[in-house]
């Protein structure tokens, strides 16, 4: 929290059942600064995409599917006039089939996604809040890092 901001706990308790759940129901979990950039908080249903299928084929299909959904929820935000465009810190739940064996494989993994048309001071809380984050998830092992780019 070297920015000041803290961690809703309602953050903790999304993170422990995503990454904890001997069953997952989800494939991504989304959050966000909120309005007054003193916290960061889950972001709203439509962000937080549900898990049907893991460490199967089908689990392959629906993680593609699901960056395909995770696009179009943020071509509409950044081609909606009225949308503030909000960084994010999206976790996904990423099925893959090794490119050596094509053994089926799952990881967790953290985009940072902070778009061009964000409010300077969203930027930089976003930035200077992201270890915070990362510090008060039990269990968070790495962070990707994602330049802001629509494909």
Not at 47 to 70: A, Y
């Amino acid at each position: 929290m070297s920015s000041g901001v803290a961690v809703d706990a309602a953050c903790n308790e999304m993170w422990e059942e995503f990454h904890g759940a001997k069953v997952k129901n989800r494939r991504v979990i989304t959050f966000r600064l909120n309005d007054t950039f003193d916290a960061i908080i889950p972001e709203s249903y439509e962000w937080q995409l549900p898990l049907k299928h893991k460490h199967d084929q089908d689990g392959v299909e629906e993680t593609k599917e699901t960056i395909v959904k995770l696009k179009e929820l943020i071509a509409r935000e950044l081609n909606d006039e009225n949308a503030t465009n909000e960084p994010r810190w999206i976790i996904m739940y990423f099925d893959y089939n090794m490119a050596a064996d094509k053994r089926l494989t799952g990881k967790e993994l953290m985009l940072k996604w902070c778009p061009d048309g964000a409010r300077v001071k969203s930027r930089m809380t976003f930035a200077s809040s992201s270890k915070g984050l990362t510090d008060a998830l039990n269990g968070f092992k790495a962070l990707v890092v994602q330049a802001d780019g629509r494909n």
